[in-house]
């Protein structure tokens, strides 16, 4: 008796984690369509990339800076455009290229990046004072900016 029950408990136990696992499946087949759906809408030129300027025309002014950083966080591999792949990818897969940390800070895409630029994301956080810092030190020539080279 008590083997059977320990059997039944067992089936309904496997039960659970089966339509528990079934259900999460679902979730996110759902959350990949969802984002493949926004993927190819935002897409306005349809070369299946997501360029900056088409990401940004989804999203309120007033977020575009946050926003920006979002965009870039998400391009693994440097071209300053997003895969649909890259731009499911969730946040703690997002490792972004040198190059995207690069772009994602200069503002004005002038190339090159003012101490300005490189504070903003920091500012008023505890790290500001450090961040100042290290501006100071990474700028070999003084001049205020870095470049790709610096
Ligand atoms: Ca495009
Ligand atoms: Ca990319
Ligand atoms: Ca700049």
New binding site residues.
Partial sequence: MQVLDFFKRLSLFSLLLVSGALFCTQLSAQDASGQEESFRSWDSNTDQYLQLAEYLKQIPKDQHERQRRSFFERDLDGDLKLTLEEFSLPPDKRTPHWKSKFAS??????????RE?YIRPFLGSKWEEGIRKNAVHFDRDQDG?FTISE
């Fill in positions: 800070c200069d503002l004005d895409q002038d190339g090159r990046i003012s630029e900016y």
